[in-house]
């Protein structure tokens, strides 16, 4: 095991007071500093996984003067990286929206990841394989940047280099999966305030806030015994980086919805692009088994085929979309189309598949515990939310704790996560079930839904001021 920063060692001095939440009383620890050096396995706080989200709280953490004289450990099972930017590009890359960019830009990270490698993304069409209807989302003029496609790679070498950087109070250490938590009950932790956490390896820490980043299958999450809503889509989204057939203006993020489940192509650059292609599970296991050439020739027919439109739709959406040229111009509806590229060849090793699913945890928090990112929900790929959600949980919790500092309250006080959860819980749930309506609206091929859905479709694509709206609200 190795120890990447180590901060200052200190003693930790507890003075236990009282304050009322809630109706409990709970401890509030005051800590001072004492001159002893002697290493500790006492943290502050502790944070469970760092993937891009637990290695962000990490680093927004260490940034914060509030937090200068708190002791804070990052444990992460897989073993440290150099994060050296390849000339390849990765095969795994998100969408980040501007929400994203700021909070990245508000711990020092986007600099690195501007440096490095991202691609502007200035228009996005989504369209419908069973009718004409389509929408995109752009600034007129193709001017503003309506996302940023970038490599999770780029995106953790950047929040770790600032987090290195970063003369802060944390420690990290890799090659340290976590076997076991004792999270205490509410009574346990007013007295106590800590929680208990024991590596695979024997190694036991103790903390007076656990933050809980360990992914989809969190084992934060399951050891608080919260109910855990979720669902398997029997989809896997395989992804590859496919060479277009022409350089082009690479700006555009293109969408489909087949029957199947959505295909989308995010630009990489002008040659490049990365594919996002979710389906059944059967058929992404077929698709992960065929020679290149076939599996370009899927694509090519998954963005371009002709699938049969249903005389009832193309009839009602041919009617609205001349109904809406005629009041809103020729960019409404139809107007605003454009054809997709194609794709020449896959960058040879560089399909895979991951495994798609719904989850969403009723309580973000507990007694001396707080979820962030996937560990707290988890969503379908189709909308390019997840890590997006995952950032806005950092830049929300980091907020609460430092109020909580700044207050002279204990980090685990109740009242602060409280805020957390409420706050992030509205923010991300009604977006979650907004996904996966989205989902379900598109995965059928019945002609009432398909109808209803372009329609809807094309009367949103008409109306900017909602557009906007859907842009904005996008964010994370
Ligand atoms: C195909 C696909 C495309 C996507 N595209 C987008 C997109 O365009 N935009 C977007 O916003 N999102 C996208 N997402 C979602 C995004 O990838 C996730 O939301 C994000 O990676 C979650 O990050 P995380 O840090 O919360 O979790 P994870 O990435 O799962 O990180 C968890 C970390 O915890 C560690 N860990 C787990 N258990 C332990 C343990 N016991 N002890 C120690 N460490 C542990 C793991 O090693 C890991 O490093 C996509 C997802 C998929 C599958």
Known sequence: MEIMTSACCRKIVSVSLSKRFLGVSVAVVKRGISDDNAQSKNYDIIIAGGGMVGTAMACSLGRNRKFSNHKILLLEESPEKTWDLKPEYSNRVSALGAHSKMF?????????????????????????????????????NLQDDIAYVVENDVVMSAINKQLKETNGPVETIYKAKIKSFKLPSKSEYAKSGSVKVQLE??????????????????????????????????????????????????????????????????????????????????????????????????????????????KPVEAITKNLSSLLYNIFGPTAAAGARQLPPSVKCIVEGSKAAFPLGFGHSTKYIGPGVALIGDSAHRVHPLAGMGVNLGFGDVNCLQKKLSEAVHSGSEIGNPEYLLEYETERQRHNFPRMVFIDALHKLYGTSFMPVVLLRSVGLQLTDALKPLKKVIMKRAGA
Not at 118 to 127: A, G, H, I, N, P
Not at 280 to 286: G, I, N, P
Not at 292 to 306: C, G, R, T
């Open 104 to 140: 990245l830009d508000s711990i020092g990270a986007w600099s690195h990841i501007e440096k490095a490698r991202l691609k502007e993304v200035k228009k996005m069409q989504v369209w419908d394989a069973f009718s004409e209807a389509v929408i995109t989302f752009n600034d007129e």
């Open 201 to 310: 390896d024997g190694t036991d820490f103790s903390c007076n806030l656990l933050i809980g980043a360990d992914g989809a299958n969190s084992r934060v999450r399951n050891a608080m015994g919260v109910n855990y809503l979720s669902w398997s889509y029997g989809q896997m989204g395989v992804v590859a980086t496919l060479k277009l057939s022409e350089p082009t203006n690479n700006i555009v993020a293109w969408q489909r919805f087949l029957p199947t489940g959505p295909i989308a192509l995010l630009p990489l650059n002008d040659e490049l692009s990365s594919l996002v292609w979710s389906t059944s599970t059967e058929d992404a296991k077929l698709l992960l088994d065929l020679d290149s050439e076939s599996f370009v020739d899927y694509i090519n027919e998954a963005l371009w085929k002709q699938y049969p439109i249903e």
